[in-house]
């Protein structure tokens, strides 16, 4: 139904920075709610940021502080600012969406997931 597309990832030093994009085609973005997790091999996905159609946002609290969600309605891209990395938050990133979703970092509150964009950080 919606194909979220991730991308920014790459590979960065532990206290730099990184930007992830999700973009989806659709005409009524704004009525969707939107979720990053991210993956480790042998794990399930973990909730990390998300943001309501309604602009109400949830942190993990290991992204708290570092991590800022938000959207660009104009170019319907949903972003994922990282700051602050750390060796722990490597993982597959992937972005998800649900329309008329309330923020929520369980996922299966998620139907329409991405490819997810790999983020390494090194120590």
């Known amino acids: 139904q919606v194909q979220p597309v991730e991308s920014g990832g790459g590979s960065v030093q532990a206290g730099g920075s990184l930007r992830l994009s999700c973009a989806v085609a659709?005409?009524?973005?704004?009525?969707?709610?939107w979720g990053w997790f991210r993956q480790v091999p042998g794990k399930g996905r973990e909730g990390v940021a998300a943001?309501?159609?309604?602009?109400?946002?949830i942190y993990a609290d290991s992204a708290k502080g570092r991590f800022t969600i938000s959207k660009d309605n104009a170019k319907s891209t949903l972003y994922l600012e990282m700051n602050s990395l750390k060796p722990e938050d490597t993982a597959m990133y992937y972005c998800?969406?649900?329309?008329?979703?309330?923020?929520?970092?369980?996922?299966?509150?998620?139907?329409?997931w991405g490819q997810g964009t790999q983020v390494t950080v090194s120590s």
């Open positions: 998800a969406a649900r329309r008329w979703g309330l923020a929520s970092l369980l996922e299966i509150d998620f139907s329409n």
């Open positions: 659709v005409s009524d973005y704004r009525s969707y709610g």
């Open positions: 943001r309501g159609y309604d602009g109400g946002t």
